[in-house]
């Protein structure tokens, strides 16, 4: 679908269209007050996913592009102009997300991270919903990708420890490119937000050079992260890593072994 066509069906203007940067699941375009992201063969609830994401966390305060329009193969945003960096605003952004307490962990919905569908469901017991709802479906997605680590992976899943802050409002995929430098601050793009320990957010911001050492202490400055909690972030990378494995190949299985050979 053309983004002119999405817009018209939106009942929105029309306005001339530019490809923008990044993009690395769709095709995004700024057209005019709006940026507008189509791809033809989306994976079914990708765009409801992600429009869910944004709306789940506008509502609590999180700075994000407002959602004007949503269908399976499109998704129109208000365009957001952008401004100056400030790595501390930033932290700052993410540190209130995540003091944003939850009932329970997960979500009664699908989410996806990236193309890749992670399913639908909450409970009480962090190890088991992160085992269950996140780690099992990748390593199936990997399968015979991996080198043997699959018990590897299991062994260290189970015996980890996993300090317990209380399910906490996540992005999701919290890494550079979804993060934007507005005009009147920053704004979180792209979510694949749920209910989680903040540690999946703060393995995933490590993961690929993390936002720099203002953010970062601006961040522990409003929101001060345990020893235990800083333990347990490159195990909460594992599943970014196999999401990567499945996507893109074999060279982000060192990073796999890597995080096992933590944890023995």
Avoid at 6 to 31: I, M, N
Avoid at 180 to 200: I, Y
Wanted: net charge neutral; proline share 9%; with cysteine.
């Amino acid at each position: 679908m053309r983004p002119d066509e999405l817009l018209r069906r939106a009942g929105l203007p029309v306005s001339p269209c530019v490809p923008l940067a990044g993009g690395d699941t769709s095709e995004v375009h700024r057209c005019g007050p709006c940026v507008v992201k189509v791809h033809a063969g989306a994976p079914a609830g990708l765009f409801a996913s992600e429009a869910r994401g944004l709306r789940l966390l506008a509502s609590h305060g999180v700075p994000v592009p407002e959602v004007l329009h949503v269908e399976e193969e499109g998704l129109v945003l208000a365009h957001v102009p952008t401004g100056p960096a400030d790595p501390e605003a930033l932290g700052r952004v993410i540190a209130a997300m995540h003091a944003v307490r939850g009932a329970a962990y997960g979500l009664e919905r699908e989410v996806f991270l990236g193309p890749v569908r992670l399913p639908a469901g909450t409970g009480k017991d962090w190890r088991s919903l992160l085992w269950t709802r996140r780690i099992e479906p990748l390593l199936r997605l990997c399968h015979g990708r991996l080198g043997g680590l699959e018990a590897r992976v299991e062994a260290v899943a189970a015996r980890v420890p996993l300090p317990s802050e209380g399910p906490r409002l996540l992005h999701g995929d919290l890494w550079s490119g979804n993060v934007l430098h507005g005009a009147e601050g920053p704004v979180l793009l792209d979510p694949g937000a749920w209910w989680g320990e903040r540690a999946v957010d703060l393995a995933m911001m490590a993961l690929f050079g993390g936002f720099g050492g203002r953010c970062e202490a601006a961040y522990r400055e409003a929101l001060p992260v345990p020893a235990e909690v800083d333990a347990a972030v490159p195990f909460h990378q594992l599943p970014f890593l196999l999401v990567h494995v499945h996507l893109f190949g074999g060279s982000y299985v060192d990073g796999v072994r890597r995080v096992l050979a933590r944890y023995g």
